[in-house]
């Protein structure tokens, strides 16, 4: 299942299916990116993170896609679980001279169907 | 370890009271942050603080006090709050930004209801 972000800001699939969780992010400076999950009543929890120089990166289960051209990044949760059920964020740092913000994407609900 | 500890869990406050959010990590992160989240919303960064010295102030209305006492320690004061205020307030930290800031993490949060 894939997301699109603003347009789709839920998401469902089987269990044991890939999801794919995408984000535009606003700023062309910004230069490191995080992926958050956030269960309910918890705060949000690190997931990856991708700097600039890099299009790929991969955790356990888990790849990011950085696209520059055109402003996009994705999260790809392979064999998803019920476990994985959370609202996923994204996150840009707008450049290192720029304070340390951190600003969050929209979010996308994740539901994974046993 | 990558633990960020906050306190209260939960507040109830009347909007004559004075209250306060403790944050506290063992990192040795030099940069600080409070953001504040409603709910199905993303955090909303509200204050910053690098080595100890507020650094971004995002329009917080006065009635939101940060402080940071030193390194490992962060405080939100809170007085004459209004019930629009209450929301989920997250702490977080990471290595502040020079050559390329850090991982940035999260506290669980303090659960926050204006009365």
């Known amino acids: 299942g894939e997301s699109v972000g603003l347009h789709l800001p839920t998401l469902s699939v089987q269990e044991g299916d890939n999801s794919i969780i995408n984000c535009a992010y606003s700023n062309s400076a910004s230069d490191y990116f995080i992926w958050y999950k956030q269960e309910s009543g918890k705060g949000p929890q690190f997931i990856i993170d991708?700097?600039?120089?890099?299009d790929k990166r991969q955790g356990q289960r888990v790849t990011v896609l950085l696209n520059k051209t055109v402003k996009h990044l994705s999260l790809q949760i392979a064999a998803t679980q019920p476990g994985d059920s959370a609202v996923y964020f994204c996150a840009e740092n707008m450049g290192k001279n720029t304070g340390n913000q951190f600003y969050f994407g929209t979010g996308t609900s994740l539901t994974v169907i046993p | 370890d990558t633990e960020v500890t906050q306190t209260p869990k939960h507040l109830v406050m009347g909007m004559t009271n004075k209250k306060s959010l403790k944050c506290e990590q063992h990192m040795g992160h030099r940069a600080m942050y409070w953001y504040k989240q409603k709910a199905k919303k993303p955090p909303e960064l509200m204050f910053v603080?690098?080595?100890?010295?507020?650094?971004i102030n995002e329009s917080v209305p006065s009635r939101f006090s940060p402080e940071c006492p030193n390194s490992s320690l962060l405080n939100l004061h809170l007085h004459a709050l209004q019930p629009e205020d209450s929301a989920l307030y997250l702490c977080?930290?990471?290595?502040?930004?020079?050559?390329?800031?850090?991982?940035?993490?999260f506290g669980p949060g303090t659960r926050l209801l204006v009365l």
């Open positions: 991708i700097r600039s120089n890099m």
């Open positions: 603080y690098s080595y100890e010295k507020l650094s």
């Open positions: 977080a930290s990471s290595q502040p930004s020079g050559r390329a800031v850090g991982t940035q993490y």
